[in-house]
């Protein structure tokens, strides 16, 4: 069984930084991307950030120079360093990564999904 746990949301000023972690256990054969999405109120779910299992990185346009994500190998855990943060970041921040749990078989590889941390950013 795979479980992604996030921590570090909270509330922040306009300006402020937070950092974001997830930590991926369970059985865990390989994981091949990273990432974070968000979902403010009324909004779709867009990526924030991803690294690949070669360390590329890929960032949305509006997060560009202010969030850093860095990671996993080999604790399977991801950051996600937010920096001069703005009240359009206030979102519910999910932790997502693609994992083969068994190096035998493809059975359980997929998307996995955290519970999702708040991050609220007052002006």
């Given at each position: 069984q795979v479980q992604l746990v996030e921590s570090g949301g909270g509330?922040?000023?306009?300006?402020?930084?937070?950092?974001?972690?997830?930590?991926?256990?369970g059985t865990i054969f390989a994981i091949y991307h990273m990432a974070w999405?968000?979902?403010?109120?009324?909004?779709?779910?867009?990526?924030?950030?991803?690294?690949s299992s070669g360390g590329s990185t890929k960032y949305a346009d509006s997060v560009k120079g202010r969030f850093t994500i860095s990671g996993y190998y080999p604790k399977?855990?991801?950051?996600l360093q937010m920096t001069s943060l703005k009240p359009e970041d206030t979102a519910v921040y999910y932790c997502n990564a693609?994992?083969?749990?068994f190096d035998y078989t493809d059975y359980g590889r997929g998307d996995y999904w955290g519970q999702g941390t708040q991050v609220t950013v007052s002006s």
């Open positions: 509330l922040v000023q306009a300006g402020g930084s937070l950092r974001l972690s997830c930590a991926a256990s999405y968000r979902q403010a109120p009324e909004k779709q779910r867009e990526l924030v950030a991803l690294i399977n855990t991801v950051y693609e994992i083969q749990p």
